[in-house]
Protein backbone atom coordinates (compact mmCIF):
# COMPACT_ATOMS: atom_id res chain seq x y z
CA UNK A 1 0.00 0.00 0.00
CA UNK A 2 1.02 3.40 -1.01
CA UNK A 3 2.08 5.96 2.17
CA UNK A 4 0.76 8.57 -0.05
CA UNK A 5 -2.88 7.86 -1.72
CA UNK A 6 -4.68 9.97 -4.18
CA UNK A 7 -7.90 9.89 -5.87
CA UNK A 8 -9.22 10.21 -8.21
CA UNK A 9 -6.68 9.12 -10.02
CA UNK A 10 -8.05 10.76 -13.57
CA UNK A 11 -11.46 13.71 -13.61
CA UNK A 12 -13.02 14.75 -16.24
CA UNK A 13 -15.15 17.75 -15.72
CA UNK A 14 -17.23 21.07 -17.48
CA UNK A 15 -15.79 24.57 -17.32
CA UNK A 16 -17.26 25.86 -14.15
CA UNK A 17 -17.91 22.90 -11.82
CA UNK A 18 -16.43 22.51 -8.30
CA UNK A 19 -13.70 20.22 -8.38
CA UNK A 20 -12.29 18.30 -4.74
CA UNK A 21 -8.79 15.71 -4.90
CA UNK A 22 -8.31 14.15 -2.34
CA UNK A 23 -4.97 12.98 -0.40
CA UNK A 24 -4.91 10.49 2.28
CA UNK A 25 -1.19 9.38 4.05
CA UNK A 26 -0.80 6.94 6.53
CA UNK A 27 2.69 8.29 7.68
CA UNK A 28 3.17 11.00 10.53
CA UNK A 29 4.19 14.01 8.60
CA UNK A 30 5.87 18.08 9.10
CA UNK A 31 4.24 19.21 6.18
CA UNK A 32 2.01 18.41 2.71
CA UNK A 33 2.35 19.89 -0.63
CA UNK A 34 0.13 20.29 -3.60
CA UNK A 35 1.83 20.61 -6.45
CA UNK A 36 0.58 21.45 -10.14
CA UNK A 37 2.40 19.83 -12.84
CA UNK A 38 1.31 20.86 -16.36
CA UNK A 39 1.53 18.70 -19.71
CA UNK A 40 4.56 20.40 -20.44
CA UNK A 41 6.47 19.16 -17.54
CA UNK A 42 6.99 22.40 -15.68
CA UNK A 43 6.03 21.65 -11.42
CA UNK A 44 4.19 24.62 -9.77
CA UNK A 45 4.40 24.32 -6.07
CA UNK A 46 0.54 24.98 -5.24
CA UNK A 47 0.39 25.17 -1.40
CA UNK A 48 2.39 23.88 1.41
CA UNK A 49 0.20 22.97 5.04
CA UNK A 50 0.93 21.64 8.10
CA UNK A 51 -2.76 22.14 9.59
CA UNK A 52 -5.95 24.48 8.38
CA UNK A 53 -7.04 25.63 5.12
CA UNK A 54 -5.26 27.81 2.84
CA UNK A 55 -6.66 29.92 -0.16
CA UNK A 56 -5.21 31.09 -3.02
CA UNK A 57 -7.63 32.57 -5.30
CA UNK A 58 -9.91 29.34 -6.83
CA UNK A 59 -7.59 27.01 -5.09
CA UNK A 60 -8.58 26.38 -1.29
CA UNK A 61 -6.13 23.68 0.41
CA UNK A 62 -7.53 21.70 3.31
CA UNK A 63 -5.64 19.59 5.72
CA UNK A 64 -7.26 17.33 8.80
CA UNK A 65 -3.94 16.00 10.77
CA UNK A 66 -5.70 13.71 13.09
CA UNK A 67 -7.12 12.15 10.29
CA UNK A 68 -4.27 12.30 8.06
CA UNK A 69 -6.00 13.40 4.80
CA UNK A 70 -5.80 16.60 2.91
CA UNK A 71 -8.17 17.86 0.21
CA UNK A 72 -7.12 19.99 -2.83
CA UNK A 73 -10.26 22.08 -3.98
CA UNK A 74 -11.20 24.31 -7.30
CA UNK A 75 -13.74 27.02 -7.67
CA UNK A 76 -14.97 27.69 -11.25
CA UNK A 77 -12.77 25.08 -12.59
CA UNK A 78 -11.28 26.39 -15.93
CA UNK A 79 -9.96 24.95 -19.17
CA UNK A 80 -6.41 26.12 -18.07
CA UNK A 81 -6.45 24.24 -15.09
CA UNK A 82 -6.61 21.07 -16.60
CA UNK A 83 -3.00 19.83 -15.34
CA UNK A 84 -1.88 17.06 -12.71
CA UNK A 85 -2.17 17.61 -9.54
CA UNK A 86 0.19 15.97 -6.94
CA UNK A 87 0.19 14.96 -3.05
CA UNK A 88 3.48 14.84 -1.54
CA UNK A 89 4.11 14.91 2.16
CA UNK A 90 7.01 15.29 4.37
CA UNK A 91 7.71 12.85 6.85
CA UNK A 92 8.78 12.89 10.18
CA UNK A 93 11.80 11.71 9.10
CA UNK A 94 12.51 14.05 6.50
CA UNK A 95 11.74 11.96 3.36
CA UNK A 96 9.39 13.58 0.94
CA UNK A 97 6.65 11.13 -0.37
CA UNK A 98 4.51 11.74 -3.48
CA UNK A 99 1.30 10.11 -4.40
CA UNK A 100 0.46 9.15 -8.11
CA UNK A 101 -1.32 12.28 -8.75
CA UNK A 102 -4.56 13.14 -10.24
CA UNK A 103 -4.81 13.88 -13.77
CA UNK A 104 -7.33 16.67 -14.43
CA UNK A 105 -9.16 17.62 -17.74
CA UNK A 106 -11.74 20.94 -17.40
CA UNK A 107 -13.89 20.81 -20.74
CA UNK A 108 -14.76 24.03 -22.40
CA UNK B 1 10.80 37.77 -9.10
CA UNK B 2 13.61 35.66 -9.67
CA UNK B 3 12.88 31.86 -9.72
CA UNK B 4 14.74 28.60 -9.65
CA UNK B 5 17.32 28.32 -12.69
CA UNK B 6 18.46 24.81 -13.76
CA UNK B 7 20.95 23.97 -16.85
CA UNK B 8 21.02 22.86 -19.02
CA UNK B 9 17.69 22.66 -19.92
CA UNK B 10 17.99 19.90 -22.41
CA UNK B 11 20.81 17.40 -22.73
CA UNK B 12 21.79 14.45 -25.02
CA UNK B 13 24.43 11.74 -23.96
CA UNK B 14 25.64 8.45 -24.66
CA UNK B 15 25.56 5.42 -22.42
CA UNK B 16 28.63 5.09 -19.94
CA UNK B 17 29.28 8.90 -20.14
CA UNK B 18 28.97 11.63 -17.59
CA UNK B 19 26.55 14.48 -16.95
CA UNK B 20 26.27 17.48 -14.80
CA UNK B 21 23.40 19.04 -14.28
CA UNK B 22 22.98 22.71 -12.53
CA UNK B 23 20.58 24.77 -9.84
CA UNK B 24 20.51 27.54 -8.87
CA UNK B 25 18.22 28.38 -5.75
CA UNK B 26 16.46 31.55 -5.58
CA UNK B 27 18.33 34.08 -3.73
CA UNK B 28 18.22 33.58 -0.31
CA UNK B 29 16.80 30.11 -0.32
CA UNK B 30 19.30 27.97 2.33
CA UNK B 31 17.50 24.50 0.99
CA UNK B 32 17.92 22.67 -2.12
CA UNK B 33 15.86 19.71 -3.53
CA UNK B 34 16.47 17.25 -6.94
CA UNK B 35 14.08 15.07 -8.27
CA UNK B 36 13.89 12.33 -10.89
CA UNK B 37 10.51 11.88 -12.78
CA UNK B 38 11.01 8.86 -15.54
CA UNK B 39 8.86 9.11 -18.40
CA UNK B 40 5.07 8.57 -17.47
CA UNK B 41 6.85 7.90 -13.56
CA UNK B 42 5.86 9.61 -10.39
CA UNK B 43 8.58 12.44 -8.86
CA UNK B 44 11.34 10.32 -7.24
CA UNK B 45 12.90 12.04 -4.22
CA UNK B 46 16.92 11.83 -4.90
CA UNK B 47 18.64 14.08 -2.41
CA UNK B 48 18.93 17.60 -0.43
CA UNK B 49 20.68 19.49 1.00
CA UNK B 50 20.78 22.20 3.93
CA UNK B 51 23.33 24.87 4.16
CA UNK B 52 25.65 23.02 2.03
CA UNK B 53 25.32 20.23 3.97
CA UNK B 54 23.56 16.70 2.54
CA UNK B 55 20.56 16.83 5.10
CA UNK B 56 18.51 13.84 3.54
CA UNK B 57 18.95 11.27 0.35
CA UNK B 58 16.15 9.24 -1.05
CA UNK B 59 17.02 7.22 -4.05
CA UNK B 60 19.90 8.03 -5.73
CA UNK B 61 21.73 5.57 -7.04
CA UNK B 62 25.78 5.06 -6.36
CA UNK B 63 26.54 6.48 -9.73
CA UNK B 64 25.18 9.94 -9.15
CA UNK B 65 26.83 12.54 -6.43
CA UNK B 66 25.77 15.90 -5.43
CA UNK B 67 26.72 18.78 -3.78
CA UNK B 68 25.72 22.39 -2.61
CA UNK B 69 28.47 24.99 -3.15
CA UNK B 70 29.29 28.35 -1.00
CA UNK B 71 26.62 30.49 -3.32
CA UNK B 72 24.02 27.66 -3.04
CA UNK B 73 24.07 26.42 -6.05
CA UNK B 74 23.75 22.98 -6.57
CA UNK B 75 24.86 20.15 -9.08
CA UNK B 76 24.27 16.36 -9.61
CA UNK B 77 26.93 14.33 -11.28
CA UNK B 78 25.82 11.38 -13.03
CA UNK B 79 28.25 8.79 -13.99
CA UNK B 80 27.99 5.74 -16.48
CA UNK B 81 24.68 6.91 -17.46
CA UNK B 82 22.24 4.18 -18.50
CA UNK B 83 19.11 4.32 -20.77
CA UNK B 84 17.21 4.07 -17.61
CA UNK B 85 18.95 7.39 -16.53
CA UNK B 86 16.74 9.52 -19.16
CA UNK B 87 14.44 11.21 -17.52
CA UNK B 88 13.63 14.91 -16.74
CA UNK B 89 15.24 16.27 -13.29
CA UNK B 90 13.83 18.66 -11.18
CA UNK B 91 15.52 20.74 -8.79
CA UNK B 92 13.92 22.67 -6.00
CA UNK B 93 14.32 25.44 -3.29
CA UNK B 94 13.22 26.53 0.32
CA UNK B 95 13.89 29.21 2.46
CA UNK B 96 13.76 26.29 5.47
CA UNK B 97 15.45 28.80 8.69
CA UNK B 98 12.41 30.41 9.08
CA UNK B 99 10.48 26.76 9.52
CA UNK B 100 9.30 27.89 5.49
CA UNK B 101 8.69 24.49 3.47
CA UNK B 102 7.17 25.60 0.56
CA UNK B 103 9.25 24.23 -2.37
CA UNK B 104 9.79 26.47 -5.67
CA UNK B 105 10.18 24.31 -8.56
CA UNK B 106 13.18 24.61 -11.17
CA UNK B 107 11.76 24.12 -14.84
CA UNK B 108 13.73 21.22 -15.09
CA UNK B 109 16.74 19.38 -17.30
CA UNK B 110 15.49 17.07 -19.61
CA UNK B 111 18.25 14.31 -19.94
CA UNK B 112 18.38 11.97 -22.74
CA UNK B 113 20.70 9.06 -22.63
CA UNK B 114 21.18 7.08 -26.23
Known amino acids: KNEVEQSPQNLTAQEGEFITINCSYSVGISALHWLQQHPGGGIVSLFMLSSGKKKHGRLIATINIQEKHSSLHITASHPRDSAVYICAVRSLDDKIIFGKGTRLHILP | AAGVIQSPRHLIKEKRETATLKCYPIPRHDTVYWYQQGPGQDPQFLIS???????DKGSIPDRFSAQQFSDYHSELNMSSLELGDSALYFC?????????????FGPGTRLTVL
Open chain 2, 92 to 104: ASSYRVFGGDTQY
Open chain 2, 49 to 55: FYEKMQS
